[in-house]
């Protein structure tokens, strides 16, 4: 089976000074239709690494490529998340998750937006202003703007960092479902242990200075995943001591 | 509520004309007029049939100062913000140019544009344009990276990236810049009707003092500067409400 990403020996180094190397060279393989979690500290270059496989960052050498072909740039049929800062604050709701779908017929595109808005729950908030919106509607407001233009992939860069953890733990479930629902290819950044066991296939830990990859775990648990089963707990403690942290206070 | 937005402001202003009533009644130079002789000035002006059209006159300079510098200061603004290269080379030219009053260019605005409406237009537009460039370069500068990112992953172009998501999102940082800039402008005008021409409420005061010294008329002047000065910014702010921007002029948010 080929896989639907290839990095080989992927590497960043910013021009300095100071020089810094953010990633040693990297190889990781992403099958179709797999939820994907990079894991490390801040610093890890977890993020780099996400910003060259979407394209926004050339890497200092080695290649990405996605179905076979190598990423030379951002494209529409891979959507990168960012925190709910990148929804646009002078669109509403509607507009922002309509964004990208310029290109269709007005009313196709009424429609495509109705369906995304019901698919993320903000239903009734189609023409409110991001700033009337609490921050976890803001984040499915930028799913949303992502899964309405039907890309084969996302990239999520800690997309709940900036939430309280009742809302990051409904998002989180809202996501898989999502996820389930739409078929798509994840990538998922976080410094969140848990968050990783919860949602991922598979866990890529990453190390700090100069980032690499220090191990890949498979999340063999069976979704709805039991976040007090035996299996889930030995997970994570594996995680934890994996990128150095105990797991006692 | 009411008491602090309106009658408030109003018994502070009488207080005020009354003290000055008082102060110009007790002192004798004789040279200064009370708020008693000035509304009788506007009431002459009125009769000479001069007050609307020296305003009208004042706004007409204004505008066509105002909308030039507009037309060429969001262009130049927006050029310098989106290049590195232009913004290095014209930021120290605007930073320089932008300190100087337009009062300073007055001898050069004679030279240039000699007697009439071009020399108190050059120098509005003048006192209009540098604000205006230099302010919407660094918007421009400032505008969160992601925008720029999401918008590229969408696969906008540089056109579509600028008129979607650049433009809007600083459009309201923008618009107080333009008030500002228009407070400027009418500031200006007064200076700059006080050559080259022989209409406006700058000349207004400039003639009534000279040809007379007519305080009177010299305060009448001001007065109508300021009053006309207000609504053009209380219609200014109006713009502000519009919801598309309406983001901007959130304190946090």
Redesign the interface.
């Known amino acids: 089976m080929t896989a639907k990403l290839e990095a080989r020996g992927v590497a960043m180094t910013f021009p300095g000074p100071p020089e810094v190397r953010a990633l040693e060279p990297i190889d990781l393989d992403v099958r179709e239709g797999e939820l994907v979690c990079l894991l490390g500290p801040s610093g890890c270059g977890k993020s780099t690494f996400l910003q060259i496989v979407?394209g926004?960052i050339r890497p200092t050498s080695g290649t990405v490529a996605i179905d076979g072909k190598p990423v030379d740039?951002?494209?529409?049929k891979?959507?990168?998340v960012?925190q709910e800062?990148?929804v646009?604050?002078?669109?509403t709701v509607a507009d922002n998750i309509g964004?990208?779908l310029?290109d269709l017929a007005r009313d196709v595109r009424a429609k495509r937006v109705a369906e995304y808005v019901e698919l993320v729950g903000l239903r009734g908030f189609e023409h409110a202003?991001?700033?009337e919106l609490s921050g976890g509607m803001k984040q499915r407001v930028e799913v949303a703007r992502a899964l309405a233009?039907d890309p084969d992939m996302l990239f999520l860069d800690e997309p709940f960092g900036a939430l309280d953890s009742m809302t990051r733990l409904s998002m989180r479930s809202e996501l898989l479902r999502i996820w389930q629902a739409a078929k798509k290819t994840i990538m998922f950044v976080t410094h969140d242990v848990d968050e990783s066991v919860q949602l991922a296939d598979r866990v890529v830990v990453m190390s700090a200075r100069p980032g690499r990859i220090r191990s890949i775990v498979d999340i063999d648990i069976p979704r709805p995943r039991d976040l007090s089963s035996p299996r889930y707990l030995e997970l994570r403690d594996g995680l934890l001591a994996e990128i150095g942290l105990a797991h006692a206070i | 509520m009411r008491f602090e937005r309106w009658l408030l402001p109003l018994a502070f202003t009488i207080v005020l004309v009354a003290l000055w009533q008082l102060a110009v009644g007790t002192g004798k130079t004789g040279v200064l007029p009370g708020p008693w002789q000035v509304a009788l000035g506007m009431r002459e002006l009125w009769e000479r049939g001069v007050l609307v059209g020296y305003a009208i006159d004042s706004l007409r300079r204004v505008a066509v100062g105002y909308a030039i510098a507009v037309a060429i200061g969001i262009p130049l603004g927006l050029w310098m913000g989106l290049s590195t290269s232009v913004f290095a080379a014209a930021n120290p030219l605007v930073q320089i140019l932008r300190p100087i009053s337009p009062i300073a260019w007055i001898p050069i605005a004679i030279v240039l544009f000699g007697i009439g409406d071009g020399a108190p237009i050059f120098l509005i537009a003048l006192a209009g344009v540098f604000p205006i460039a230099s302010s919407v370069a660094a918007q421009v500068r400032s505008v969160?990276p992601?925008?720029l990112?999401?918008a590229?992953?969408?696969?906008l172009g540089e056109a579509?990236i600028i008129r979607?998501?650049l433009f809007?999102?600083v459009?309201p940082q923008m618009l107080s810049m333009l008030r500002l800039a228009l407070g400027v402008c009418w500031i200006v005008v007064v200076a700059a009707e006080m050559i080259a021409v022989d209409s406006g409420l700058g000349y207004l005061i400039i003639d009534s003092r000279n040809a007379g010294k007519r305080y009177d008329l010299v305060v009448a002047g001001m007065v109508l500067v300021g009053a006309i000065g207000l609504v053009l910014d209380l219609s200014f702010r109006l713009l502000e409400r519009v919801?598309?921007?309406?983001?901007?002029f959130?304190s946090n948010?």
């Open positions: 979407a926004f740039g951002p494209d529409r891979r959507i990168f960012f800062r990148g646009f604050p002078w669109l964004f990208g310029a202003y991001p700033h233009v | 969160p992601m925008f990112a999401a590229r992953n969408f696969g579509a979607r998501v809007p999102a459009l919801r598309s921007v309406r983001w901007g959130r948010s």
